[in-house]
């Protein structure tokens, strides 16, 4: 019983204090002015931020049951220029209670509802921003008669403009939702909410460690978090800004498709099933416009390298640096850059150079191992330069099809859509492997050297394929034509002339000891000017030309049938037509019936008709 008879009597002291609250919350809302509270407001915001009130709007005090303000139709600016910082639909002014109590005005926290802030970059690197942080660095100076007043910030539904006229950029971010730890009594600042860009949500978290500092350009701890469905972004080190921007520490992106992170950032849709998982961890120094990163793991569709990257902002966009992987898996890029159709014919799929314009690329790649769509090369390496929308991959060596490549391909725009210019040379490579990669076609085996000269103009590949002009050489030893067995075939037919049959030249090989070819490309079609075929016992020249375009021959030929002694034997000539992946040979049917004596006495027969009939006057001419 004595018990409850005290807990009784704390529950009416408790009471009795709430209610003595409420009533000299009542009375000070009643004596104390709204003018006064209004000034006193204003002046602690000027005092803690050193920006300036502008009311344009009306103004609602609220002191019971709790002290609140609103000033409608509010900017922050500047008090020594006039210039305004920020505007907002409202601002809203929460007083502590417990100073209220005593008589004292003071701001809790403030609220900006439906801001609009914009930051605008010139040319120097200075922003209209400029002169708000040198006036809000001055009022943060610790001083004797400093106000200690409110420690957070609230931003409601806010609208964040960013502009640099210098590279065109406008971002605008909405739907801002911030909360700022104000740095009212320690150093350190922080801000964390989310916002939208461009149409995608994003997570954000900034945190300073020594506010003051950062503001007047003195070193100071930064630490920034970006989360968002197109991409993730964290730097964790320092920055400082006198007396011009630099940070330096540990950079980390990382994004589950790279190719919709580009949509996304430049609007245009990207024409590839690769680009997929990216991720990206540096050390970051930042100078100015100029970012250079060190110590870079960098992954891509399951690549990784590493190496060093720098990327230039003070004049155009460049990307410089240089990579190293053990693997290099290129599959999901050529897939999308594929020559020949499933039809076996060029593509006509217009090829788009639009990408390439607005930066520039200085990038140098090596990798031990490099896999390209069915094949693999070895110990590879390729500088790649675009300048002014022009690419240049300069294949430094490259251990390919059991040989050597060298040279460079450099694609440019043009007014036909896409020039190229193609300098290749293979050494010792495996010719089946390398000439059914590039054009389809398998039948010659052996190694060999390819010297590959030529350039054109087109807006597909087509288009290319018809333009072309160049030259292309091959040769190569100790080898063989696989489809086709001529020495059979005219060891058969000189024995018996006749014997000619629809699949006699299809099947098996021609081997070689030697075989020379030299083309010349003119407008897409291939003009052979020394094309041999040389064996112990067999000697085939060609001539004639290929439609590169229509990926066809039209060759006329003699194959020679030797001795020993070198002497011919036997001559046939021959044409070969018809695709490049299914080619017919088909030998001078005349020439083998007169060889043949069995026809001797009919083709003698058929020609003395013909005498007859050209010196006998006809009926017509009687």
Avoid: C
């Avoid at 150079?353 to 090596?366: A, E, K, T, W």
């Avoid at 007014?415 to 300098?423: S, V």
């Avoid at 083998?592 to 009939?613: D, H, K, Y």
Wanted: aromatic residues 6%.
């Amino acid at each position: 019983m004595p018990a409850a008879i005290g807990i009784k009597r704390i529950g009416l002291v408790i009471a009795g204090l709430l209610g003595a609250g409420l009533a000299l919350l009542l009375v000070l809302s009643v004596v104390i002015p709204a003018d006064s509270v209004r000034d006193s407001v204003k002046a602690q915001i000027r005092a803690v931020t050193g920006l300036d009130p502008v009311v344009r709007g009306d103004i609602s005090i609220s002191l019971f049951p709790t002290g609140s303000i609103r000033f409608n139709d509010i900017s922050l600016g500047d008090n020594r220029t006039g210039d305004a910082a920020l505007s907002a639909q409202q601002l809203l002014v929460r007083l502590r209670f417990l100073s209220f109590l005593t008589g004292r005005i003071e701001i809790a926290d403030i609220t900006l509802v439906r801001p609009t802030v914009t930051i605008a970059f010139a040319s120097d690197g200075g922003s209209n921003w400029s002169g708000h942080i040198e006036t809000l660095a001055q009022a943060l100076k610790p001083s004797a008669n400093r106000i200690s007043s409110f420690s957070e910030i609230r931003i409601s539904d806010g609208t964040v403009v960013v502009r640099d006229d210098t590279f065109r950029i406008v971002e605008t971010f909405t739907d801002v939702e911030f909360a700022l730890a104000w740095p009212s009594i320690s150093q350190t600042f922080a801000a964390t909410g989310r916002f939208t860009w461009k149409q995608k949500p994003f997570d954000a978290a900034l945190n300073l460690s020594d506010f003051l500092a950062a503001l007047t350009g003195d070193r100071s701890g930064l630490k920034i978090r970006l989360t968002g469905a197109p991409f993730k972004l964290a730097f964790d080190g320092n920055m400082s800004h006198r007396p011009t921007l630099k940070m330096e520490g540990v950079l980390a992106a990382d994004a589950n498709s790279l190719r919709e992170t580009l949509h996304w950032a430049t609007n245009r849709p990207v024409a590839s099933t690769a680009f997929q998982r990216f991720s990206l961890k540096a050390a970051a120094n930042v100078v100015g416009r100029n970012v250079a990163l060190s110590k870079v793991n960098l992954e891509l569709d399951g690549n990784s390298g590493e190496g060093a990257l720098a990327f230039a902002a003070d004049g155009r966009q460049t990307l410089q640096g240089t990579l190293a992987t053990e693997r290099l898996n290129l599959t999901p890029y050529i897939a999308t850059l594929r020559l020949l159709t499933a039809e076996r014919s060029w593509s006509r799929i217009p090829i788009e150079l639009d990408v390439l314009n607005g930066f520039d690329v200085d990038l140098r790649i090596s990798a031990a191992r490099v896999i390209l769509d069915g094949f693999s090369l070895g110990q590879t390496a390729v500088a790649a330069n675009l300048r002014a929308g022009n690419l240049t991959l300069a294949i430094g060596e490259s251990q390919a099809f059991g040989g050597v490549i060298k040279g460079s391909l450099a694609l440019a725009k043009s007014t036909a859509g896409a020039n190229l210019q193609a300098q290749l040379y293979f050494s010792n490579v495996m010719l089946d492997q390398t000439l059914g990669a590039f054009f389809g076609v398998r039948q010659v085996e052996g190694r060999g050297d390819i010297g590959i000269a030529v350039g054109g103009a087109g807006g597909s590949v087509y288009d290319l394929a018809t333009a072309l002009n160049g030259s292309v050489t091959l040769s190569s030893r100790k080898g063989a034509i696989a489809g086709l067995n001529v020495e059979q075939s005219l060891k058969r037919l000189e024995r018996n002339p006749l014997a000619v049959r629809g699949g006699d030249f299809r099947g098996g090989k021609t081997p070689y000891d030697e075989l020379a070819v030299r083309l010349e490309v003119t407008d897409g079609v291939a003009h052979a000017q020394d094309v041999r075929i040389e064996a112990p016992s067999l000697r085939v020249g060609v001539a004639g030309s290929s439609s590169i375009p229509s990926r066809n021959f039209d060759l006329k030929g003699t194959a020679s049938l030797t001795n020993a002694g070198a002497s011919e034997t036997f001559q046939l000539p021959f044409v070969v037509v018809g695709s490049w992946d299914d080619p017919l040979f088909w030998p001078d049917v005349q020439m083998l019936i007169r060889r043949s004596g069995a026809a001797a006495p009919l083709l003698e027969a058929v020609r003395n008709r013909l005498q007859r009939e050209q010196t006998t006057p006809s009926a017509d001419a009687k």
